[in-house]
């Protein structure tokens, strides 16, 4: 059996080098909670109640509750588009991470 020169090492140990950095995953930072940023601002504020009647008719009073159905709607229907907004945010970022991550046999 033939024993290694000098060169040879040398070059044995530059190829097991390259080997063993390209085994390395890329560095993935995500940003904690980067998917509340795509809600838009004026939610934050909530759905503001209708105003109360200012009359004593029954007319005021009808008037004033399908107004206030019609908030309660608008803010039910905020908070179904967020949480929407954010599990397809999420599902993006956790895609994103997936493909960015490489695998010991996609190192080459």
């Not at 795509?38 to 934050?44: A, C, G, I, S, V």
């Not at 909530?46 to 009359?55: D, H, K, T, W």
């Amino acid at each position: 059996m033939k024993l290694l020169v000098k060169g040879q090492r040398l070059l044995v140990g530059a190829l097991c080098l390259t080997v063993a950095t390209g085994c390395a995953g890329p560095t993935v930072i995500s940003t904690p909670n980067s998917c509340a940023t795509l809600l838009p601002q004026e939610w934050k504020q909530g759905v503001a109640g209708a105003p109360l009647p200012s009359g004593d008719t029954v007319g005021d009073w009808v008037a004033f509750g399908d107004a206030q159905t019609g908030k309660l709607d608008m803010a039910n229907g905020r908070t179904r588009d967020a949480i929407g907004i954010v599990e397809r945010c999420e599902a993006r970022d956790a895609a994103a991470v997936k493909r960015a991550t490489r695998r010991w046999w996609q190192i080459f």
